[in-house]
């Protein structure tokens, strides 16, 4: 018996401590995912796909882009780097579609208005935007302000092709998404008819 109670209870006590370390394997994976993954996310590289060059007066501007070709309301990451890099200087930057005016800098925001440009968040030796888009397609001209040890300087990247949007047009995709709700209110109208018949309107009409 004594023998038997032996070599009954050393496989079970062998079986917990292995469950029990894998657990606290698995538990310290997952710590580890949880951990890393928000960096990861937060420092993805800017990957540039395609540079166009414009020159704002004795400053040489390289403009990145993230996607190419450039479509309407297809976010992307925009990099302005200036040759020598952008040091003490500063500038602006506007957004428009050709032919329109532009206003004023230092009114900020997007489509035609001057803004500050800044460091990229995710790229900080150049400016940049992150996850932008342009709103319409057509023919699009980015305006340069640039202030540093060679004087003030503007320039103007002109006519940007933006094609149409990616996917069915906009007004295709809101109708199928109104479907769902158009069959539930068709629904609930029959339902109330066939239990309220028109006698019985009539008769609280009355």
Known sequence: MRIRTLFTVRPHRSVRH????????????AGT?????????????????????V????YELTVGFSKWPLRATQSLDFTF???GGI??????????????????????GMGGMAQPL????????????DVQSL?????????????????????????ITVLEQPGPPLPLSWSVCALPVVGLVVFL??????????????????
């Open 18 to 29: 292995r469950v029990r370390a894998v657990v606290l394997a698995l538990c310290a994976t």
């Open 33 to 53: 995912l949880f951990i890393t993954a928000p960096s990861a996310q937060a420092y993805a590289p800017v990957d540039i796909v395609h540079t166009e060059q």
């Open 55 to 58: 020159q704002v007066g004795p």
């Open 81 to 83: 780097a200036p040759e």
């Open 87 to 108: 040091g003490k200087k500063t500038g602006t930057l506007s957004m428009t579609p050709a032919g329109a005016q532009q206003s004023g800098p230092g009114e900020g």
């Open 118 to 129: 800044s460091r990229h968040p995710r790229k900080r030796s150049v400016w940049g935007l």
């Open 135 to 159: 709103s319409a397609a057509g023919k699009w001209n980015f305006t340069f302000a640039i202030d540093g040890s060679q004087g003030t300087a503007t320039g103007t990247l002109k006519n």
């Open 189 to 206: 109208a029959v339902a109330w008819r066939r239990h309220r018949p028109a006698a019985q309107v009539a008769a609280l009409l009355a």
